[in-house]
């Protein structure tokens, strides 16, 4: 096993290649980690000397003074070589070569590449990329990343084959309520690849929920092996992309990634107690779930929904993912029989019809109540519990914007109470397309999607999951 | 043909059943009618007189001075037929009946339903619903809805079989910058069907673009035979609720719908020229896509991406569609060679490689146009054009996002002028789940995404109404 500590929690940084002009990687990877508030120290390198930043620049990486826990290298790929070589021979930790030009880039690249391996690994140095874009570490606050992103803190960790949709989902996935805790964007892997970063975090106490995205990797059976002990302590999510044959082509031009049959892939994910991420959405969208969420002990759904329409979509929703809407125990009849108005749906889902009075008098948890604790329901799926429905942009609600923000504020603490009370699962859904819902519980211990069909497909992975562990 | 214009251009409504009580329905529906100041007169009715909303109240519609042309009925279903017979008495005009507890409600309801059905029918007086939550109308400024919502107007006029479903989009599309002109919740249609629905729309000059949100229709003939006709005039965007057994059964309960296999209505669709969407958010995708972009007269697309992951994810998504990622013509790479850096992937997809430097010298436009005008591309796919990336909850980079907003308007421009000089498609896609650009252009004549493969689905549909339309 690969000890990538040095990398994940450095206690200095050197940037070799630094710059001082703005649009210049030299220049706005340090930007980005001064602004993240890193907790080490920090060593800008240019044989021209002088200041960037308000820094003291070293002309060479052996002049600087103390130990480098992790060198970071942004100059063109053809004087790479030469760099790394300086950085082994100051007994630098551990390397991130972030340029370009390598395997991706054709046959000249790879013999490069080759060579760059050969002399970290005769060193025991290990190395990140190189055609990377960075890495994040939250228990060091280290955004060593291309782009400006401020990841939220949390347990969530990834991997990524791609720098771009790896550093966007790092960004936007904090609106949701994610947080990381650990990042990688792997490149070209030509040192360490995905199996060893995904060991590396198995050991890792911060790490929680694992999320990958690859196009492929080298040593298929390594990666499972690596990937079936780590799947029994956490989940962990997978997108793959390069599922087409033009897919394929295009994964090679990126990463030089053997992306290989999706069906193949597919297999392994099974096996190995990956759960498949459908679409690129879907990562996110699960991570939040693994992260939240008791898993399902069965595949039946109860629905709640105040309207019919959504009832029938859910309904659909549920069976096209392979989910059971099964029929109500005589007992849960009774029970809603007692709250809902006479002309209600009697059975699942179970329609609200339009009931505002039941709203104003807070009824809707003791509906989920009665269906959450029920020995036929495994899961619940509560569409427009969360009260949407009001434009925002039109003043003349705003009474009714506040009273239904308390109204929300409340169910949705009941509806963490009784997930811990009954360990089933319960997602409501938002209105068609309304994600503000969502970005305003991103801070409570709930899942909120604002896709019916996305929805049912989550919940049937979460099953996928319990059944592996369990069966 | 029925004469709907009573319906959706009165020059007066009454209220039977106007209530002082907030949190009734004949509370809310004058309200939100006066909110949205409706361009005719407005009578509210109820035997105990008095005042409400500060207006006059007439204790029966016959006392009502002037003339009626659309009733609006809120009273519990069993006292309906006498209201409705007073209506017709009075010379009313049309009929909207909201009240719910007739064929959706088993054999007493429909044998009710059946009784109202035949007593408009004698007068020749339409009626909406029952079971509806109303209907809108832009020309006349008349939300007479349940919820209170206000529409942003424009050209789509909407059907929908769901009440909640139909204001929710009502309500949201608004702020993907879609504008509507008529909608209907149509409810159980006793004497109102969809198809006449549709025949309305088809010489309604205001309407460009018909979306339907549907259960199940009685009259499959009528409905395709109108269909038909209507489709060669303007796209009709339909969403297929009630698909799975269990989704038929549910959709019996919500509207009395004869829900029917939807392989039936798939190949029906087809037949007709309908454009089916696949998911509830698919709808108001289609809607933007059929009103702001010239349709793909081939399957050929060209991809841009900023970040290769994102090139394979789409290339994925492209073929999965049923499109085609095609090399590109020896004249585009040379042209493309002179703009990108010596190792750019010289093929499709078109990987901007993380070019900080074309972005600030407004390259991309650039890029776009030697795409798309191209013979062997039909469509061009656009990921990372619209630039995103930075957290806004991070104060440090407001630097950054104005300077991107900047490059964002201008790269906007340039592809709604590309569209118009080349009749392609060009669609932007943002990065993953940042719906921020979607908001922040939604009133430019353009379409934003935030899902690739998304993007390719609507793509692949808009070439099916292409290949309907020519071949």
Chains 1, 2 share one sequence.
Not at 7 to 17: H, L, Q
Not at 98 to 113: H, M, R, V, W, Y
Not at 340 to 362: H, Q, R
Not at 413 to 425: F, G, N, S, T
């Amino acid at each position: 096993m690969k000890d990538l500590s040095a990398i994940f929690e450095p206690r200095s940084v050197a940037i070799v290649g630094a710059s001082a002009n703005p649009v210049k990687w030299g220049c706005i990877i340090p930007s980005n980690i001064l602004m993240n508030s890193f907790d080490g120290g920090i060593y800008l390198i240019n044989p021209k000397g002088e200041e960037i930043l308000g820094m003291e620049v070293y002309k060479n990486i052996k002049d600087v003074p103390g130990e480098v826990d992790l060198a970071i290298i942004v100059r063109p790929s053809e004087t790479c070589l030469s760099h790394i070589e300086e950085c082994v021979d100051k007994g630098v930790k551990s390397i991130i070569l972030l340029s370009g030009g390598f395997s991706e880039a054709g046959d000249g690249g790879t013999a490069l590449e080759n060579r760059i391996v050969d002399v970290v690994r005769g060193k025991n140095v290990p190395l990140v990329g190189p055609n990377t874009m960075g890495i994040y570490s939250a228990p060091v606050s280290l955004s060593a990343l291309m782009p400006p992103v401020t990841p939220k803190k949390g347990p969530i960790s990834f991997i990524s084959q791609s720098g771009n949709i790896g550093t966007n989902i790092l960004s936007f996935g904090g609106e949701m309520g994610l947080g990381f805790n650990k990042f990688v964007s792997c490149g070209n892997a030509a040192d360490i690849d995905i199996a060893d970063y995904l060991e590396y975090l198995d050991s890792d106490q911060k790490t929680k929920v694992v999320v990958l995205y690859m196009e492929g990797v080298r040593d298929g059976r390594k990666f499972m092996d690596v990937a079936k002990r780590v799947s029994l302590k956490k989940p962990i999510i997978a997108y793959k992309a390069g599922k087409t044959a033009k897919g394929v082509m295009a994964a090679a031009s990126h990463t030089g990634a053997l992306a290989g049959s999706s069906k193949v892939y597919q297999s392994a994910f099974k096996q190995c107690g990956i759960t498949e991420a459908s679409t690129v959405n879907e990562i996110t969208d699960l991570a939040r779930a693994f992260l939240y969420l008791p898993l399902p002990k069965g595949n039946k759904v109860g629905i709640v929904t105040w309207g019919g329409g959504y009832g029938v979509v859910a309904t659909d929703a549920c069976e096209d993912a392979g989910l059971e809407v099964p029929e109500l125990d005589e007992e849960v009849l009774e029970a809603l029989d007692k709250i809902l108005p006479p002309y209600w749906s009697k059975g699942n889902p179970v329609d609200l019809v339009a009931m505002m009075e039941g709203v104003i008098e807070g009824k809707m948890p003791d509906i989920l109540d009665i269906l959450v604790k029920s020995d036929g329901i495994d899961a619940v799926i509560a569409s427009g519990y969360i009260l949407g429905g009001i434009n925002p942009t039109n003043q003349k609600t705003e009474g009714f914007t506040t009273f239904y923000d308390e109204v929300n504020r409340n169910n949705v603490a009941k509806i963490i109470e009784l997930m811990k009370k009954y360990e089933k699962p319960i997602i409501p859904v938002t209105t068609v397309a309304d994600q503000r819902a969502v970005q305003r519980f991103s801070e409570e211990e709930i899942v909120i999607y604002s896709s019916l069909e996305s929805t049912a497909n989550i919940l049937a992975k979460m099953f996928g999951r319990y059944k592996y562990l369990e069966w």
